[in-house]
């Protein structure tokens, strides 16, 4: 088993998308969702940013359960109300499911989403990032606790990416086992706070 943690600089419920029983990671992350070492069952940890004021604090975690192509994720009946609707709730707003290939150009398609440019045109930057992770990574056991996140004892900081990229191999297997024990524990699985930066919309709530 392996363990993958990474930093979180901003959360809007977009990736990791936690609602409607599943956690996926379908966009941002390509280093994560094609890495050749990623297995079924191996985890992947979220950790909190200097820019969210969370440094070192637990956002999610999600164990590893499926890996699905860009293709399968946008036809398979269980992720449908993972299609944004942009003037829809902030559930409906994040959608992560938006894209999928023109079946006779094999050219991506980007609907409109969070990740397009305003006008509903595609990003050519987002693009490009996202569909390099060639995967999205589906489970059913994750823990997202948003903006509910807690500081993490300091006996489990070497799980956190302190850095850009990705944290992987170097994370000690021990102590990521002990983490797992101890968040098992602690919490149930599913969600237990909402995204962090939905509070810029609480105006409109």
């Known amino acids: 088993m392996a363990y993958f943690s990474y930093k979180i600089e901003h ?3 977009l990736a990791p998308n936690p609602f ?5 990671l379908a966009v941002c992350k390509p280093t994560i969702r094609n890495n050749k070492n990623l297995q079924m069952d191996d985890w992947i940890i979220g950790t909190g940013s200097t820019k969210l004021d969370r440094l070192h604090h637990l956002i999610f975690a999600m164990k590893v359960e499926e890996k699905l192509t860009f ?3 946008w036809d398979d009946p269980r ?3 993972k299609k944004p609707e942009i003037n829809g709730s902030l559930v409906q707003m994040y959608g992560d499911n938006f894209y999928h290939q023109n079946l006779n150009t094999k050219k991506w398609i980007q609907e409109n989403s969070a990740h397009s440019l305003e006008s509903g045109m595609k990003n050519l930057d987002h693009l490009k990032i996202d569909v390099e992770g060639k ?10 606790l948003g903006d509910k996140s807690i500081l993490l004892p300091k006996r489990f900081w070497e799980i956190c990416s302190e850095g850009r990229n990705m944290k992987g191999p170097s994370i ?4 990521a086992e002990d983490f797992v024990s101890w968040l098992q524990k602690k919490y149930s699985i599913g969600i237990h706070g909402d995204p962090i930066n939905w509070v810029k919309y609480n105006r409109y709530l």
């Open 11 to 13: 959360d809007f419920g």
């Open 20 to 24: 409607g029983g599943y956690c996926t």
């Open 71 to 73: 293709n399968d994720y």
């Open 79 to 81: 992720f449908q109300y």
């Open 135 to 144: 995967y999205v990574l589906v489970s059913k056991t994750f823990y997202y």
């Open 172 to 175: 000690s297997e021990r102590v």
